[in-house]
């Protein structure tokens, strides 16, 4: 099955800075998704995508549709230390109960 | 609290063991999934399940056997363990219909064939 790439494979920031990441695919997606899994933990949504071009907060994290379709970006703004764990992006491409395709993940750490 | 539940935290298992990995959901959902997580690879789907006794092959089934016997309960069968297998499973669960494919995931279980 195809695979979502999520870029970059891990970050290692400070306390208060902002973070950045994404998600490419060769082929269109009609949702994105944003999950985080705490140590320890199965992985959380923390933000869903239906429209490209949507723009959408919780919180301190915004993340976008791209307009190609293709691709999906997530942002953290003054990162704190539980901010810590693995983010997922993950696409579908129907509705409802079609699967998702989960990316590879990206492990941040906050250097003290 | 919605949740799922996953029997068993971690297991060491040896090389050619029948495995049993047991996954129970409180929220009356329809859908269940079992992803298994390896570094760099993400969550990849191994089966899923749209109602009782309905089973259907992900992304990656070979090796695996699934049984859904009650609404509430979803097992991942390994039939005979291999060291590759060594991985985290996570389950989840979901509500049928709507856009809105969200996903609760249990804590997941760390498999170790040795």
């Known amino acids: 099955g195809q695979q979502l790439n999520q870029s970059p494979q891990s970050m290692f920031i400070q306390e208060g800075e902002d973070v950045s990441m994404n998600c490419t695919s060769s082929?269109?997606?009609?949702?994105w998704l944003w999950y985080k899994q705490d140590p320890g933990e199965g992985p959380v949504l923390l933000i869903a995508?239906?429209?490209?071009?949507e723009l959408t907060s919780n919180g301190r994290l915004t993340a976008q549709f791209g307009i190609t379709r293709k691709d999906s970006f997530l942002n953290i703004s003054a990162s704190i230390p539980s901010d810590v764990g693995i983010y997922f992006c993950?696409?579908?491409?129907?509705?409802?109960?079609?699967?998702?395709?989960f990316g590879t993940g990206t492990r941040l750490t906050i250097i003290p | 609290d919605v949740k799922v539940t996953q029997s068993s935290r971690y297991l060491v298992k040896r090389t050619g063991e029948k495995v049993f990995l047991e996954c129970v959901q409180d929220?009356?959902?329809?859908?269940m999934f079992w992803y298994r997580q390896d570094p760099g690879l993400g969550l990849r789907l191994i089966y899923f399940?749209?109602?009782?006794?309905?089973?259907e092959k992900g992304d990656i089934p070979e090796g695996y056997s699934v049984s859904r016997e009650k609404k509430e309960r979803f097992s991942l069968i390994l039939e005979s363990a291999s060291t590759n297998q060594t991985s985290m499973y996570l389950c989840?669960?979901?509500?049928?219909?709507?856009?809105?494919?969200?996903?609760?995931f249990g804590s997941g279980t760390q498999l170790s064939v040795l």
């Open positions: 989840a669960s979901s509500h049928r219909g709507g856009t809105n494919e969200k996903l609760f």
């Open positions: 082929s269109i997606f009609n949702t």
């Open positions: 995508l239906y429209k490209a071009g």
């Open positions: 993950a696409g579908q491409v129907g509705f409802g109960n079609e699967k998702l395709t």
């Open positions: 929220m009356d959902h329809e859908n």
């Open positions: 399940s749209y109602d009782v006794k309905m089973k």
